[in-house]
């Protein structure tokens, strides 16, 4: 009996991480504990950690520019801010769009940066849809099995990834000032 279950393990276990991961879309939302997270480090060179902290303070003020956005943590001393920032995706010309909320986490040093974006929610706004904020990987987990919840969920995705992209971008070309 032992053998047979042990045997099952083995043999589904592949099967289960493949379906949990995969991601046949074409757009690369990367995820960690099947969540939508994006984390990059950068290593600075002739930098100050109280210089890198005041350009990414700075950063995430000007960044979101909507309603909604707030500084949560800031700790100068232990070089930590981490906020609420809110970005919008327009879908289509019918007036449609996305607000998109999420975490944000930077941490900087004498030698450099890090930054994470997690925590995302979506928003429609638009007619006949319940506007409450839900959990975007119940969305992109139905996409990528290819049962999206609209004919939007493609420039969704593909907003929420050039968005995000964007986004860490401005915060690399502020810290290198």
Avoid: C, H
């Avoid at 900087?108 to 319940?130: L, M, N, Q």
């Avoid at 493609?154 to 690399?172: E, H, P, R």
Wanted: glycine share 8%; hydrophobic share 40%; proline share 4%.
């Amino acid at each position: 009996m032992l053998k047979k279950l042990l045997l099952s393990i083995i043999i589904l276990a592949p099967v289960v991480a493949i379906g949990q991961t995969s991601n046949n879309t074409g757009i690369p939302i990367p995820m960690k504990d099947n969540k939508v997270w994006y984390e990059k480090s950068y290593t600075l060179t002739n930098t100050k950690k109280a210089n890198l902290y005041s350009n990414g303070l700075k950063w995430f003020k000007a960044a979101f520019p909507y309603p909604g956005k707030n500084i949560e943590l800031t700790n100068e001393q232990a070089g930590e801010i981490k906020g609420t920032g809110i970005f919008k995706i327009v879908i289509n010309n019918t007036g449609a769009y996305y607000w998109i909320r999420l975490k944000v986490t930077i941490d900087v040093t004498d030698s450099g940066y890090s930054v994470k974006a997690t925590d995302f929610y979506e928003k429609p706004i638009k007619k006949g849809i319940s506007n409450e904020y839900s959990k975007i990987e119940y969305r992109w987990w139905d996409f990528r099995q290819g049962k999206p919840w609209s004919a939007e969920d493609q420039g969704l995705f593909i907003g929420l990834d050039s968005t995000a992209t964007s986004m860490m971008a401005s915060l690399q070309k502020v810290m290198a000032k």
